[in-house]
């Protein structure tokens, strides 16, 4: 369960083919009033009514029923948040392959299980909201939740959509978590990284203008930064619900991660110069496909920085960093760590 739970979370860092999309988060709002205001938006209704068309046709057929039945009723969605602005024969190829994959393997036991898990979405949703209290007791979170086919791209994932961000849960995944409490820290991990870009996108916005290259912000601010964007989201998520497996961290590899922790660290710390898709992926995204580094071992360590920032520090005031302080920040914490362990 650890794997499948840890290798579909997805951040609004992870990338699909290197794939570029505007990060236009102006609309995410955190008031100091007590109340909750957010939106649960369902499409299921309408994957139920296609499915019911589509469920014994050929595979052929399937996909073109899901353009017709379904996608036709969300297509600027699915163009902005799924295909991530792809066009023309790019998109295309995209397309045909993830509703392949999708489609030809969908059971009719499947959809059954993703209508029971899209009503427990539906009630588990306020609950993480208001388990998010106890880091943020006088919070009011303006945030649109969706429940969606994603096409098996994320269990849960924050995109820009019509200028703000949006929240989405693959439901097709989401349905093989049986735990409710491995989903509610989904919800709040996925709406921890909200609450962070609230405080620091007047920063981003300055320094970049309102349409961001993604993959250029991450070779800009480098691998330290995001590994304290994912170890602050990670260490708060565990600190609303200790014990339960976490959100972005590999849990198998959590022993081998602390027993070559040395080696790993020194490794990244190397990776800093010339920071590429490549290296991004060696230590942000599952699988890396690197002989030497275990899939996500970015999260660890700066899961693990933010662990020993926060015996001085509340994680509020490491919300505030601006991503050159967080550099900064984070790059002393690591050569400290080291001083200590060698």
């Known amino acids: 369960m650890s794997r499948i739970f840890s290798m579909r979370i997805k951040s609004i860092f992870v990338l699909l083919n290197l794939l570029f999309f505007c990060l236009i988060l102006v609309n995410v709002v955190f008031p100091q009033e007590k109340s909750a205001s957010f939106r649960i938006i369902s499409f299921m209704p309408d994957f139920y009514h296609f499915w019911q068309e589509a469920k014994d046709e050929p595979l052929e057929r399937k996909v073109a029923l899901w353009d017709r039945l379904f996608e036709s009723r969300h297509s600027e969605f699915y163009q902005q948040v799924i295909y991530e602005g792809l066009s023309g024969e790019q998109l295309s190829q995209f397309k045909a392959r993830k509703l392949k994959d999708f489609l030809g393997s969908l059971k009719e036991d499947d959809v059954e299980r993703m209508k029971i898990k899209e009503e427990e979405l539906k009630r588990l949703i306020p609950q993480g909201l208001e388990d998010l209290k106890k880091l943020f007791p006088e919070g009011k979170i303006v945030l649109n939740y969706y429940i969606i086919p994603s096409l098996n791209t994320s269990s849960g994932a924050g995109r820009p959509y019509k ?26 991990h996925e709406t921890f990284h909200a609450l962070h870009f609230k405080n620091i996108i007047a920063i981003i916005m300055e320094k970049y203008g309102e349409n961001v290259n993604i993959f250029a912000f991450i070779q800009r601010e480098g691998p330290l930064f995001i590994a304290f964007f994912e170890g602050l989201t990670v260490y708060a998520t565990e600190k609303v619900y200790p014990g339960i497996p976490r959100p972005g961290i590999m ?56 662990e020993s920032l926060s015996k001085d520090l509340s994680v509020q005031q490491m919300m505030e960093w601006a991503p050159e302080k967080a550099n900064q920040m984070v790059g002393k914490e690591i050569n400290h760590i080291l001083n200590t362990k060698e």
């Open 251 to 306: 849990e198998d590899y959590v022993d081998q991660y602390q027993e070559n922790f040395i080696l790993y660290t020194k490794e990244f710390l190397k990776d800093l110069k010339g920071f590429d898709y490549q290296k991004y992926k060696k230590y942000f995204i599952d699988p890396s496909d690197d002989p030497l580094i275990p899939a996500k071992f970015g999260y660890w360590l700066g899961y693990k920085v933010i």
């Open 163 to 188: 200028g703000e961000l949006i929240l989405y849960f693959g439901l097709e995944i989401m349905s093989q978590i049986s735990n409710p409490d491995f989903i509610k820290p989904i919800i709040v």
